[in-house]
């Protein structure tokens, strides 16, 4: 079972292409805004690497947001075109759940919470809360508070983490810090890195059980309206 692992949802563009629960290539850049020129290449690389067409693909899995407003729909646009033109199931997994998922694979003794953080500007961050104790069983996480823009201030996660530990991950967890570390049962990994392999096991599941998304009306989940913002061109000047 080849699947095409797409993450584009912040600034990592990440492609994992996977074979029955292992790894076979990965390519990753986090240079800003890199997104519309690598994914296409990464893809390309990660196939020729693993000695495999996109024929040989049985699925794609692409993080679904919320995140980058272009990120997604870059990621999500590349996907689809795959999807139809192979003929092949579109899967698709909350970008949070995937940072979690990552987490507990990563450090298999930990039993605590998890609170996937992703920054949204000001104090203002994506959140998640996750029990992990069932993916390497089952491929599945508990979500015990679902995907949500939260404005973080002191004491705002205290429900949680006056029953255990809560380890905070993510660009949102850094700015935080400094409000949410004086808890005695928050930790933090500065050292974690969203990966396109998050959506291993989720996506595995997610096909074994036919959870697949509809190719033509898929949309990714931003969570929050999309804003332009005025160009500013220097030496330019508006009539």
């Not at 139809?84 to 919470?113: F, K, N």
């Not at 996750?130 to 995907?147: A, N, S, Y």
């Not at 930790?187 to 996506?203: P, Q, T, V």
Request: proline letters at 3%; glycine letters at 8%; aromatic letters at 8%.
């Amino acid at each position: 079972m080849n699947i095409l692992l797409i993450e584009t949802a912040t600034q990592i563009c990440s492609v994992v292409l996977a074979a029955d629960g292992k790894v076979l290539a990965r390519r990753e850049s986090d240079t800003p805004n890199a997104h519309s020129t690598s994914l296409s290449v990464f893809i390309d690389e990660v196939l020729k690497e693993s000695h495999l067409t996109p024929r040989d693909l049985n699925a794609v899995c692409v993080s679904a947001g919320p995140g980058s407003y272009t990120g997604l729909r870059i990621g999500v646009s590349t996907a689809k075109g795959f999807c139809y033109a192979l003929g092949i199931p579109l899967l698709s997994v909350p970008t949070l759940l995937s940072m979690a998922a990552l987490y507990y694979r990563q450090h298999p003794d930990y039993h605590g919470l998890v609170c996937p953080m992703i920054d949204a500007r000001r104090m203002e961050c994506y959140t998640m809360m996750v029990k992990g104790e069932r993916l390497k069983v089952k491929g599945e996480m508990e979500i015990l508070r679902d995907t949500s823009a939260d404005v973080i201030e002191a004491g705002c996660f205290d429900e949680w983490l006056d029953s255990g530990e809560v380890m905070f991950i993510g660009d949102g967890a850094e700015k935080t810090k400094e409000l949410l570390g004086t808890h005695h049962n928050a930790r933090y990994d500065n050292g974690f890195r969203l990966s396109a392999d998050g959506m291993l096991e989720l996506a595995e599941s997610r096909l074994r059980d036919g959870k697949t998304e509809d190719v033509a009306y898929f949309e990714p989940f931003y969570l929050k309206d999309f804003v332009a913002k005025k160009s500013v061109v220097h030496g330019l000047r508006e009539n």
